[in-house]
């Protein structure tokens, strides 16, 4: 996991360094004070998917290089075979694994999440980003916080939302929550 961490901070200052932008510049685009994305590509913080996103759509660079080191290659179609697919686990509670890496020039980035549950009282981590969001509940339950409002999903339930709101999710009742979730531009 920290290591995960350490090598997205690495690929950020490689981009960074390569299109000769500054931190601030960089931190501008991800809504993010200087300092905070400085540690990021230290590897001493997280940096959310949205943020790589966002880093991503405005450098021209695919969320993947920055994620996983790695291009997209396929046109027509691409496969993700059970268990397989890309995977980062950028915090202890959160793993992710990308069921659409390899394809290129995607309008939809789809993962599994897996979200281990914190304690009796955590603080959800807010979250908005450009387009629309679906989270499909595989197994557990999701708390839910969207625009205000708190919602919670049980197995088979799915939600549809703006991205743009705060959001932010939770695995309820102390067991472990996986989710399909798609982001779309």
């Known amino acids: 996991m920290e290591e995960a961490i350490k090598q997205i901070g690495l690929r950020l200052v490689g981009l960074r360094d390569a299109l000769e932008l500054s931190a601030r510049e960089v931190a501008e685009t991800c809504g993010l004070s200087e300092e905070r994305y400085l540690a990021i590509e230290r590897g001493e913080a997280d940096i959310t998917i949205s943020n790589i996103m966002k880093i991503a759509r405005k450098y021209g660079v695919s969320a993947d290089a920055l994620m996983f080191a790695e291009e997209p290659t396929m046109r ?110």
């Open 76 to 185: 027509s179609y691409f496969v993700t075979r059970r268990g397989k697919g890309l995977s980062v686990e950028r915090v202890k509670a959160y793993k992710y694994n990308s069921l659409t890496s390899g394809f290129q020039k995607r309008l939809a980035d789809v993962f599994i999440v897996t979200i281990e549950p914190k304690g009796p009282n955590a603080k959800m981590y807010k979250n908005r980003h450009e387009g629309q969001e679906f989270n499909y509940v595989l197994e557990g339950r999701m708390e839910l916080f969207i625009d205000g409002k708190t919602i919670f999903l049980e197995e088979g339930d799915s939600i549809y939302f703006d991205a743009s709101k705060p959001h932010g999710m939770l695995a309820a009742d102390g067991r472990t929550l996986k989710i399909l979730a798609v982001a779309i531009e």
